[in-house]
């Protein structure tokens, strides 16, 4: 078998990825995507093609023989945007730091270095592939010359593979006479000229038939039709510099031996320190082992393993003012890690000589004695430690959320190296996948740095967590609303809520008989049994088999996307029933039989409420997602009616009346706007009437829904298409629409343009209570993230500030019923809406509570409203 050489266009790979990976960031704000799509091609290419050898070639900002010979060559090429050019210089830091050679030199395009090698490569026998994503390089194409041209979409990689045969088959010339097409044709792309007036199709049509230009030429009288007989012969010259510029220069004077391109071991301490930097988490794993650590914090690390020293311990910690700590769970307590005022850090195990019970009487009995405890992920150790005093405790999560509210995750990694500077190793990667309790009994040493690491990077954080948050304004937001709603969250998951299961049955029964009518006529209007899941099979129904309208064929079939059918629903009844059949198929998966799965011993549900998820401050539910319980449809919100109350108890439901339209009235301090919410006028038919020039008790139902529209709609930044969509009206009436929205309320408009401004100014949205959202859309060279950036800036400061208004309420409201000692349970939180588990006798009391504490949550411009009402199950309170 043949060796392989790997040849990489690195300039050409780096812009694929660049356009073809949604973008990304690390947490310092640096750009990744085209690195991380590079290397996503490259190991897909590398295990595919295990080559021996492996080069990437870059192009040199420098001028070439061919801009000698025509000024204008590649004078039409765009600017490189910047959140590309910033990545070049780290991508073949990277390269290097993993051995891979790295080819480029002045004068030379990456198309002549990848030429030369490839040709020089096959010659001594080597089977070579040139990955690219530039066409110009079919023409190396040979028996033993692949070139590979890889599409990226959505994180997805495809590769299309050309030897000489395939060009040949697919483009009709041979990959030499590829250059000829290109004098031809000539190319945008590199600003090559090629003959004026002749495209593809009367280029292929002429090196089929004539073999090349010269010869073309020789016969230029019996060219047809006429037009390209006149082309070719008055720009010929034309044609000739084309096809110089075309040709790739295979025998370049460079100095490339082959035993410099031999791939090593890639995966070296360079590198993985690189990736750790450049945050690609899902790519440590193709190190085989934990990279040694820089730092010499495991020599304060201690795994207690007797009694005494636990109680020595013990006694020491609780003369601490302040320590960090974890407790370490894996369905049960694992064990116990501590960090001192030393920075020496502890961890204690359950263990044969040290009991559950002991292990937390012990750290109960420390927890007392401190004065501050900084910890990390602090909810869910509330179900094991006696909280005196809630205002001692310190998650380094939750401050670094505020700080960074855009990344996915807040790992004591994560924040080691956000806040410490720390490279510090995943718990991945020093106990693979073992969880806690297995890993204590294979591996207590490494359990222990684990536990370790994370007292040490909680008590070590905290105090620059909290200057950070005085310098950027959101301590008081740290302080009085997301520490405190730590324990609100926790007692609402504690209580969670009843769920019926017959009932919950009898709706998945219900909802099976619904969806079997649904089939039948569906398959009855098709004249045809399909599976209506499958979007292939579905597209060629609708679109191939009846003909509908709008069918864009893509490489897998029709498109059968939501906006797709919901454009044909009202004009063709079977899409109406296989869009109901989608969403009746949803309900009864995510819903009427996944519910059933989180259902505990005690017949409740008890979601997980995050904070961290939303980068607006919207607190998230999941395992099971209790916040996305469907209210539009009837049968949607039928699923309600399973979620009950305790025996004597009911519900009582509050939801905000139009808060994130209040708040908007409040920063806009619009007159007309806040005249309508102090008389308790509806905002919609008094929209309706201005926009449409209609007099109030004439707005008819569909212009007051068309209002309705409008008004949440400038919430959200919404555009006259988006507007022109979810109203189907053209984009002329929506933009009208909009004007005379503005001209109502131009104390709106003024808002949203100063919040804008001022977010390309700072870089952030901040919130009433001082949230800070950071926007780096808004310095995008991409008009579509740009856009996208705008509208951020003009909703994160409304919708995070309703978010923290429903926060305070909540903690308010769980506050209030304790300290009355109702019987009464907070259970619930969803959006704007708050449900409260209500004993029969405290009804007015709570809802008391409810009113004052929902009402007083802000001091708005205009006035809190809200809507309550009370059932025997969850459906009836709406």
């Excluded at 320190?273 to 450049?278: A, D, R, S, V």
């Excluded at 009995?365 to 005196?388: F, H, P």
């Excluded at 009518?517 to 679109?543: D, H, R, T, W």
């Excluded at 893509?554 to 797709?564: E, H, L, N, Q």
């Amino acid at each position: 078998m043949k060796e392989k050489i790997v040849l990489i266009d690195g300039h050409s790979i780096l812009n694929r990825a660049f356009y073809g990976v949604p973008d990304l960031t690390n947490s310092s704000g640096f750009h990744t995507n085209a690195i991380y799509g590079f290397l996503n091609i490259m190991f897909k290419i590398l295990a595919e093609e295990t080559p021996k050898y492996l080069t990437v070639a870059f192009d040199v900002h420098a001028p070439t023989f061919r801009h000698e010979m025509y000024a204008e060559y590649k004078g039409t090429r765009k600017q490189m945007p910047e959140e590309l050019r910033e990545q070049v210089p780290v991508m073949k830091k990277v390269l290097r730091a993993m051995g891979i050679k790295i080819i480029e030199q002045a004068g030379l395009e990456a198309d002549d270095l990848l030429g030369t090698i490839a040709k020089r490569s096959a010659k001594q026998g080597l089977e070579v592939s040139v990955i690219s994503g530039d066409r110009d390089l079919l023409q190396l194409a040979e028996e033993d010359i692949k070139i590979r041209i890889p599409k990226t979409k959505r994180g997805t990689t495809e590769i299309e593979d050309y030897n000489a045969k395939d060009v040949l088959e697919k483009y009709q010339v041979t990959p030499k006479q590829f250059i000829e097409l290109k004098a031809l044709m000539g190319d945008a792309s590199d600003n090559i000229p090629g003959v004026p007036g002749i495209g593809e199709k009367t280029a292929t049509k002429l090196i089929v038939e004539y073999g090349d230009i010269e010869n073309a030429y020789a016969h230029v009288e019996d060219i047809k039709p006429n037009k390209a007989k006149e082309a070719l012969r008055d720009h010929f010259d034309k044609a000739k510099l084309s096809k110089i510029l075309a040709t790739i220069n295979i025998d370049c004077d460079i100095d490339f031996s082959l035993m410099e391109a031999e791939i090593g071991n890639v995966y070296t301490d360079d590198a993985y320190h690189l990736f750790k930097e450049l945050e690609f988490k899902n790519l440590l794993n193709r190190f085989e082992a934990p990279v040694s650590q820089d730092n010499n914090l495991e020599e304060a690390f201690s795994l207690i393993t007797s009694l005494e020293e636990a109680e020595s311990i013990f006694a020491k910690l609780k003369m601490q003012n302040r320590i960090g700590m974890k407790l370490l769970q894996d369905n049960g307590l694992v064990g116990v890690s501590f960090t001192n005022e030393a920075k020496e850090s502890y961890f204690i195990a359950v263990e044969g000589f040290i009991t559950k019970q002991y292990l937390l009487d012990k750290t109960n009995e420390v927890l007392r004695n401190v004065k501050y405890v900084a910890t990390i992920g602090l909810k869910e150790q509330l179900s094991l430690i006696e909280v005196d005093d809630s205002n001692k405790y310190f998650d380094i999560e939750i401050g670094a959320y505020l700080i960074n509210p855009m990344n996915p995750v807040y790992h004591f990694t994560d924040i080691g190296k956000e806040i410490l500077g720390l490279m510090l190793p995943e718990k991945e990667e020093i106990l693979g996948k073992l969880a806690f309790h297995s890993a204590y009994e294979q591996m207590p040493n490494e359990l222990c740095k684990v536990a370790c690491y994370m007292s040490y990077v909680a008590f070590s954080a905290a105090p620059l967590i909290e200057d950070k948050l005085k310098s950027i304004g959101e301590w008081d937001l740290f302080k009085e609303i997301e520490m405190p709603l730590i324990f609100t969250l926790y007692d609402m998951e504690k209580e969670g809520i009843a769920v019926e299961k017959e009932s919950l049955k009898e709706y998945g029964d219900q909802l099976s008989i619904r969806i079997a009518e649904l089939e039948k006529q569906i398959y009855s209007m098709a004249n045809v049994e399909f599976n209506i899941n499958s979007p292939k099979q579905l597209g060629e129904v609708l679109f191939g088999q009846l003909g509908l309208p709008y069918g864009k064929k893509t490489k897998t079939g029709y498109s059968t996307a939501a906006d797709v059918l919901e454009k044909l629903a009202p004009e063709y009844e079977i899409v109406a029933y296989i869009l109901e059949y989608r969403q009746l198929a949803k309900l009864k998966s995510t819903y009427a039989d996944g519910l059933a799965n989180y259902i505990a011993e005690d017949g409740r549900i008890h979601s997980n409420f995050k904070q961290t998820i939303a980068a607006t401050g919207r607190i998230s539910s999941t395992e099971p997602n209790l916040q996305n319980i469907p209210i539009r449809m009837e049968l949607g919100r039928l699923i309600r009616k399973v979620f009950i109350p305790r025996e004597d108890f009911v519900f009582v439901d509050a939801d905000y009346s139009q808060i994130e339209l209040r708040v908007l009235a409040h920063f806009s301090a619009d007159q007309k706007l806040i005249q309508a919410y102090q008389e308790e006028q509806d905002i919609h038919k008094i929209t309706a009437s201005e926009v449409f020039h209609t007099p109030l008790e004439e707005v008819t139902s569909l212009q007051r829904r068309n209002a309705k529209a409008v008004n949440f709609g400038i919430v959200y930044g919404i555009s006259s298409f988006g507007l022109s969509q979810d109203l189907s009206i053209s984009r002329k009436e929506a933009s009208e629409y909009i004007e005379k929205y503005f001209e109502t309320y131009p104390g709106v408009k003024k808002f949203l343009d100063e919040a804008v401004a001022n977010a390309k100014e700072t870089g952030v949205s901040t919130t009433m209570f001082g949230r800070i959202r950071p926007i780096p859309e808004l310095k995008s060279s991409n008009f579509m993230q740009r856009s996208f950036g705008e509208r951020v800036a003009m909703n994160a400061p409304i919708q995070g500030t309703a978010a923290d208004i429903i926060k305070i309420a909540m903690i308010r409201v769980n506050e209030r019923l304790k300290e009355e000692r109702l019987q009464s349970k907070l259970i619930l939180q969803v959006h704007d809406e708050l449900l409260v588990e209500t004993h029969k006798d405290e009804i007015i009391k709570v809802k008391e509570i409810l009113k004052e504490e929902m009402q007083g949550a802000a001091k708005l411009l205009v006035p809190l409203e809200i809507d309550m009402n009370t059932g025997n199950n969850w459906y009836e309170t709406k």
